[in-house]
């Protein structure tokens, strides 16, 4: 294992502190479990015998107290337990997320997004074995086994001695025959959900396109031919799980053999009475019963393991070439009360490059899914002076979404990049994504109300507010044929249209109070026809206190823009400037 996949492992155990509780309870139920056995085993032998009443009556409470002790002391263990475990799952997703916003979103371009899910939260959440079924049961199996082991050896040593040796062969039996049985199962387990859940968000996200090319049934083979892969894997693991109970039950009988015989000539010496044979006899059975967790939890293990080195590479090691890696000293940032002037001289950029490869747990081949990436970018000079509209026009391929991106510091660049005298590059690119915001070509939207999409930008806006900047970019009327704020956009907008949604983001952008907009293609979605009609309600609604540079290969009607430049292939020219 990695040093990384060590170290989500130990984040994966609580700290010592929550740790010790549910260790001890633990320990008190199984210790209760095995008083329970041999309080019942020499109550029903003394009660035979026929003594007075009284005699019983210690056995009578214990049993009874035994019995109720082991449910609660179970229940606290399995309630504390899981507090602990699932405050270390909440600190490892938080730890996931804040290594994937350096690097997100376009870091994260050829990673497959089914399959990141199933890291954040299938692995993740198979982590919390770590805690509830090794550590936890390990400890306090081990600390009870000693124990009772020990009871057995003040009654009887030969009996204790007789029944620990079986106890320790069995359990080596039993993780050897746990290991032949699942080692090519358990580390695929989590590879192969990770596959099929990819699989099966691809298929439904692309279900549309398959159906009309006649290719859903392909999509839907490939995603019944993984499923049965990993219940062959799933099934494996839990045949190992039940023959290693099994096994360990078994281990119980040979035990109890091996204890009863010997006792057996201390009963016939007279040295121990028929209670305590009774009771040496049976507490075997108890202490296999609890011993059962220590060849399953290496199993858990295996699977554990797998799930921390994949919850460990959902993030590269290496930040990719050309995402910006935040300063060690950031400079400070320029933002004043107006909108900033840009200054590109010589920019250029390029889109990580991200080969794909063979899956080696599954051999499902992946496509290098970043030869689809936009183009590359330069050399580029442009400038934006405070409240200019700016348009950026070029052919398809020429990097106009690239500079959209080197914009908001998605993107690293080479030459230089200034937000009022201030070299991007020294700031925090999170203070650069305060001060430059970026409506997407395809605005994500989510599958929420109008209301949570919105206040998404400024969770403190009032419901006159947010009306008001629907307003703003045209959307007042149709928001109020929906039902109001309320209405659901659907997953992704599927139920607005793309002027619609192109509008809701402009009004999230504004909410966020960007001082400098850029517009991806915002007619990209619209008929022709309307495409200027939206194109001049969106810079209208923009406002003349707030840049814009307006991104379109489709051009825009001049009187609405400042400047145009035009943007060409990364190999071609140097671009060209001309005056609206």
Do not use: N, T, Y
């Given at each position: 294992m990695s040093d990384r996949s060590t170290a989500v492992l130990r984040q994966a155990v609580p700290p010592f502190r929550r740790l010790v509780p549910p260790v001890l309870l633990g320990i008190a139920a199984g210790l209760s479990s095995v008083a329970l056995l041999a309080a019942s085993a020499w109550l029903i032998v003394r009660a035979a015998e026929q003594p007075p009443v009284l005699y019983l009556s210690l056995g009578v409470v214990g049993v009874r107290a035994f019995a109720l002790s082991r449910a609660v002391f179970r229940y606290?263990?399995?309630?504390?337990?899981?507090?602990a475990a699932f405050q270390q799952l909440a600190a490892i997703r938080a730890g996931v997320f804040e290594r994937l916003l350096p690097i997100a979103p376009d870091g994260l371009a050829a990673t497959r997004r089914g399959d990141l899910l199933a890291r954040f939260v299938g692995d993740v959440d198979e982590l919390q074995s770590v805690s509830l079924r090794i550590v936890q049961p390990v400890a306090?199996?081990?600390?009870?086994?000693?124990a009772a082991v020990a009871g057995l050896a003040w009654l009887a040593p030969a009996s204790a001695l007789a029944a620990a040796g079986c106890l320790v062969a069995g359990i080596i039996v039993a993780i050897v025959a746990q290991q032949v049985i699942a080692v090519r199962a358990d580390p695929h387990i989590a590879p192969l959900r990770g596959e099929l859940q990819?699989?099966?968000?691809?298929?439904?996200?692309?279900?549309?396109v398959l159906v009309a090319f006649d290719a859903a049934a392909t999509g839907r083979a490939r995603i019944r031919r993984l499923g049965k892969r990993l219940e062959r894997a799933t099934r494996r693991r839990a045949s190992a799980v039940g023959i290693t109970t099994a096994a360990m039950s078994a281990v119980g009988g040979f035990a109890a053999a091996a204890s009863?015989?010997?006792a057996e000539p201390q009963l016939a010496g007279g040295r121990i009475d028929a209670p305590t044979f009774a009771v040496l006899c049976l507490v075997p059975l108890a202490i296999a019963e609890v011993s059962s967790a220590l060849p399953i939890a290496v199993g858990f293990l295996r699977t554990a393991q797998s799930s921390a080195e994949r919850v460990a590479d959902a993030v590269p090691d290496i930040v990719p070439d050309g995402v910006p890696i935040p300063p060690s000293a950031p400079a400070e940032s320029p933002r004043g009360t107006g909108a900033p002037a840009l200054h590109l001289r010589g920019v250029r950029a390029r889109w990580p490059r991200v080969a794909g490869a063979d899956d080696p747990h599954t051999g499902v081949s992946r496509v290098d899914e970043m030869s689809l990436a936009p183009s590359d970018l330069g050399p580029l000079?442009?400038?934006v002076e405070p409240g200019e509209r700016v348009l950026v026009e070029g052919t398809?391929?020429?990097?106009?979404t690239t500079l959209a991106h080197v914009l908001v510091r998605f993107l690293e660049y080479d030459g230089s990049y200034r937000l009022d005298g201030?070299?991007?590059?020294?700031?925090?690119?999170m203070e650069v994504r305060r001060i430059v915001g970026l409506v997407e070509q395809r605005p994500w939207l989510f599958d929420e109300d109008i209301r949570q999409n919105l206040l998404f930008a400024r969770d403190t806006a009032s419901d006159a507010e947010l009306v008001a900047m629907l307003a703003r970019v045209g959307l007042a009327d149709w928001v109020a044929e929906r039902g109001g704020l309320g209405a659901p956009v659907g997953?992704?907008?599927a139920l607005v249209s793309g002027g619609q949604a192109q509008r809701i983001a402009l009004a999230r952008a504004m909410l966020a109070d960007f001082p400098v907009l850029v517009l991806d293609e915002p007619t990209a979605s619209v008929d022709p026809d309307r495409a200027d009609a939206l194109l001049r309600d969106l810079l209208t609604a923009a406002g003349s206190d707030r840049s814009v540079v307006l991104i379109s290969h489709t051009g825009a009607p001049r009187e609405l823009i400042d400047r145009a430049i035009s943007v060409k292939p990364a190999a071609a020219s140097p671009v060209r400037h001309s005056d609206a």
């Open positions: 606290l263990e399995r309630l504390a337990g899981h507090d306090s199996a081990s600390v009870v086994m000693v990819a699989a099966v968000v691809e298929h439904v996200q692309a279900l549309d009863m015989w010997a000079d442009l400038d398809s391929g020429s990097g106009k201030a070299e991007v590059c020294d700031l925090d690119p997953e992704r907008g």
